[in-house]
């Protein structure tokens, strides 16, 4: 099937100028927001499921209706693959049942990765899938890069692969990678050929649209 999905329009014509100052605040002033009270819930369950496993886990951070969740966990059968995204409504379209090693939950992404990060979680991979770009340059902030939950985000180590098709948003989070941690992140274009992680990728990829993936081993801090 063809589709004619709109490629990112933004009124930045490069990283944004802000960036550095912004990913300082974050690092000068850890997030205190108070956690909320159903993600509290939720990643209790999930952590009791984790413990349970016994097996190293991969973190599907937004991962939409689930899709992306069901493909990891199929491709690394030996780990647990948790997919947490905050749409109750996206969490409950039927994608088929879930592989026994997947488990989905509905949360704040900004308060889960601070409650693993609190409960010693260190994911062996974590996958950011087309987070929303949020293109306009007074947006900064709601980017994951440009939010005071980034050196939460990057301290829980591990693999980090994020996939965008906005090069910009790519390049951006690699900056901002090298300001927290002095890792020098690598990026790609990514070309995939039917073996779509999301739908979004594959709207994407099938309007022709350029899509870029940027990778990067952290350690757990």
């Not at 709109?6 to 014509?13: D, G, I, M």
């Not at 927001?33 to 984790?50: G, L």
């Not at 948790?82 to 109750?88: A, N, Q, W």
């Not at 990514?190 to 993936?213: C, H, I, M, N, V």
Request: hydrophobic share 40%; glycine share 8%; proline share 7%.
């Amino acid at each position: 099937m063809q589709h004619n999905s709109r490629s990112v329009v933004s009124n930045q014509p490069g990283p944004h100028q802000d960036l550095a100052r912004r990913v300082g605040r974050a690092l000068a002033h850890p997030l205190r927001k108070p956690i909320a009270e159903h993600t509290q819930r939720n990643f209790a369950h999930a952590a009791e499921w984790f413990a349970r496993r016994q097996a190293p886990l991969v973190l599907d951070s937004g991962c939409g209706v689930g899709v992306s969740t069901r493909q990891l966990a199929l491709q690394f059968p030996s780990h647990a693959v948790i997919g947490v995204d905050r749409s109750e409504d996206r969490l409950g379209r039927d994608h088929g049942e879930l592989p026994a090693n997947a488990l989905l939950v509905r949360a704040d992404l900004v308060d889960f990765w601070r409650l693993a990060y609190q409960a010693g979680w260190a994911p062996e991979y974590h996958y950011l899938l087309y987070p929303n770009p949020y293109p306009k340059a007074g947006h900064l902030k709601m980017r994951w890069h440009g939010h005071a939950v980034l050196p939460t985000l990057l301290a829980l180590g591990g693999r980090l692969e994020l996939r965008s098709n906005w090069s910009i948003y790519v390049e951006e989070f690699a900056l901002a990678v090298a300001q927290v941690t002095g890792k020098q992140a690598t990026t790609t274009a990514l070309a995939p050929k039917g073996d779509y992680l999301t739908p979004f990728e594959a709207k994407y990829a099938q309007s022709g649209q350029a899509l870029w993936r940027l990778s990067v081993d952290l350690p757990r801090t």
